[in-house]
T-cell receptor, first 113, second 116 residues
Framework: DTGVSQDPRHKITKRGQNVTFRCDPI?????LYWYRQTLGQGPEFLTY????????KSRLLSDRFSAERPKGSFSTLEIQRTEQGDSAMYLC???????????FGPGTRLTVL | EDKVVQSPLSLVVHEGDTVTLNCSYE??????LLWYKQEKKAPTFLFML????IEKKSGRLSSILDKKELFSILNITATQTGDSAIYLC????????????????FGKGTKLSVKP
């Protein structure tokens, strides 16, 4: 399967703990995006990478959030000191540089107790 | 501020009905409009529209864009229970040199329920 993959699919954590999610994009795509989706809302943009460079960050991405894509392949999204408001589906997507169509992974559902 | 508004937010129909979903947008430097289908998991791509008046069609689904009036519609004919999903509209904007801005701006989606 050459689609976007994410790990884990589900994560339950206690408030104050740190969590890390991984995304593996479609192999030939050099752009990778992170979105957050809560119930009843469309996905909201968090950040994106072109190769290993983080080109844009949303103001939604507080200083507790950090994302990396060290070798321009997979990416990680870390949330430090989780809060209940962080509970959401975290979606990763990828695309080629000149293509608008983004292909989404299955998402990681985070529940903060 | 850039925004995408979808209507209705929810819709219940019976199998065989035809539905029209609406998407209006206000975006600086519009580049393209995309439709996705989401069934309890990741959004799956349906259509990308860049030019006004040119219908995109795939089976029972079709979509068209009006760049003058800043809206798009998604039509589903002869609906089936498998069409039950949230349909998301998203817009891409461009940078000054024509490249893609990067992020997509999504509407809240239309939740379609098709009853047998």
């Amino acid at each position: 399967d050459t689609g976007v993959s994410q790990d884990p699919r589900h994560k339950i954590t206690k408030r104050g703990q740190n969590v890390t999610f991984r995304c593996d994009p479609i192999s030939e795509h050099n752009r990778l995006y992170w979105y957050r989706q809560t119930l009843g809302q469309g996905p909201e943009f968090l950040t994106y990478f072109q190769n290993e460079a983080q080109l844009e960050k949303s103001r939604l991405l507080s200083d507790r959030f950090s994302a990396e894509r060290p070798k321009g392949s997979f990416s990680t999204l870390e949330i430090q000191r989780t809060e209940q408001g962080d509970s959401a589906m975290y979606l990763c997507a990828s695309s080629s540089r000149w293509e608008d169509t983004q292909y989404f992974g299955p998402g990681t559902r985070l529940t903060v107790l | 501020e850039d925004k995408v508004v979808q209507s209705p937010l929810s819709l219940v129909v019976h199998e065989g009905d035809t539905v029209t979903l609406n998407c209006s947008y206000e975006v600086t430097n519009f580049r393209s409009l995309l439709w996705y289908k989401q069934e309890k998991k990741a959004p799956t791509f349906l259509f990308m529209l860049t030019s006004s008046g040119i219908e995109k069609k795939s089976g029972r689904l079709s979509s068209i864009l009006d760049k003058k009036e800043l809206f798009s519609i998604l039509n589903i004919t002869a609906t089936q229970t498998g069409d039950s999903a949230i349909y998301l509209c998203a817009v891409s904007s461009s940078l000054g040199y024509g490249g893609s801005q990067g992020n997509l701006i999504f509407g809240k989606g239309t939740k379609l329920s098709v009853k047998p």
